[in-house]
């Protein structure tokens, strides 16, 4: 099994959103939950780019990973998946870190 961890400390816009970090990791890690295949020997990383739409949906740009499953993984777990309105600000890009941490 393998546990998934959300940074927000990397954002593509000058402007900072009005909720701390922890705010955002929360709801990105509540939305993405625990990935059902083995991650055995390290942990994977992937950087996130995405943006939020009026219907206050992520949609998610592109997603830089080493693993093409994990990729996948993130992608279909969180493009047009809603998070809180008040979160992030409609429109902007914004960049997370994404690590799936191995089993130990």
């Known amino acids: 099994m393998a546990l998934l961890a959300v940074s927000t400390t990397v ?3 000058e402007k900072d959103p009005k909720p ?10 509540a939305i993405l939950g625990t990935p059902s295949f083995d991650v055995s020997s390290k942990d994977l990383l992937a ?5 939020v739409n009026k219907k206050s949906e992520l ?7 080493e ?7 993130i992608k ?5 998946k809603k ?3 008040s979160l992030l600000e409609v429109g902007e890009d914004y960049i997370v870190d994404v690590r799936i941490v191995a089993a130990k």
């Open 11 to 13: 954002l593509a816009n």
């Open 20 to 29: 701390t970090g922890k705010e955002v990791s929360t709801q990105l890690s």
């Open 47 to 51: 950087k996130v780019h995405f943006m």
């Open 59 to 65: 949609i998610v740009i592109n997603v830089d990973a």
């Open 67 to 73: 693993n093409e499953m994990v990729e996948d993984y």
């Open 76 to 80: 279909s777990r969180m493009n047009y």
């Open 83 to 85: 998070i809180d309105k």
